[in-house]
């Protein structure tokens, strides 16, 4: 499926049908102090934040999905960007190949739905391989860094893939640059138990919250 610049979100639903909320829904409770520095800084530059945060998140998502179609062995869609917006993006599908020459990984899910019936929510992974002989979990990201609170990302996406028979011995983020001098960037993570333990807490906080 080609990328839309009409924000759909995935509906995630358990078993017996009831809809649960997403991964990043529930980190959305967490302030973001980097985000509120990025839009102040753009402020004083005299530039929209809105207008930056929108095409910036175009050229990340085609990026991603270029990325993606690649690791699917499938053929891109992308009719509707702008051939400056394409070019972009085509710099981060450039930039995770550089990577993959390193890290000659075996997929095993590309984009793959899961959802938690144990906690209650969903998300959908990157991609999950192989790389010599270990499971790892991967989680693409187009920005300008990598934050804390991907780690609880990745310690959520940790336990759906438990629940549906996948054991990871290694997560990582890696962190693709857009620009012409940014290459990629990697971050492991550890054993993830106390992320998870933080993501638990948030999502008690925005199942109270919702129910306000």
């Known amino acids: 499926m080609m990328p839309s610049k009409t924000k759909i979100h995935t509906i995630y639903k358990t078993k017996e049908g009831k809809r649960v909320p997403s991964v990043t829904t529930i980190l959305g409770i967490l302030n973001k102090p980097a985000l509120l520095h ?3 800084q753009l402020g004083v530059d005299g530039l ?18 270029l990325i993606m179609c690649h690791l699917k062995g499938q053929k891109p869609d992308t009719a509707g960007y702008s051939p400056q917006d394409l070019d972009k993006a085509e710099t981060c599908l450039i930039k995770y190949w550089d990577w993959e020459k390193e890290n000659p990984i075996e997929p095993i899910l590309v984009e793959q739905i899961l ?7 969903g998300g959908t992974i990157d991609c999950l391989a192989k790389l010599n002989g270990n499971l790892m979990l991967i989680d693409h990201k187009t ?5 804390d609170e991907m780690f609880l990302q990745l310690a959520a996406y940790k336990q759906l893939l438990a629940e549906h028979g996948y054991f990871i011995t290694s997560a990582r983020i890696l962190r ?7 290459g990629f960037e990697v971050r492991e993570a550890g054993d993830l ?5 933080i993501f638990c807490h948030c ?3 925005y199942k109270l919250q919702s129910e306000l």
Do not use: C, M, P
């Open 38 to 40: 990025w839009a102040w």
């Open 48 to 65: 929209d934040y809105r207008e930056v945060r929108d095409q910036a998140a175009d050229i990340g998502t085609l990026g991603h999905y």
């Open 115 to 121: 959802v938690s019936e144990q906690y209650g929510y």
């Open 143 to 147: 920005g300008r860094a990598i934050y």
């Open 176 to 182: 693709i640059g857009r620009d012409e001098n940014e």
């Open 193 to 197: 138990n106390k992320h998870f333990a």
């Open 203 to 205: 999502l008690e906080i």
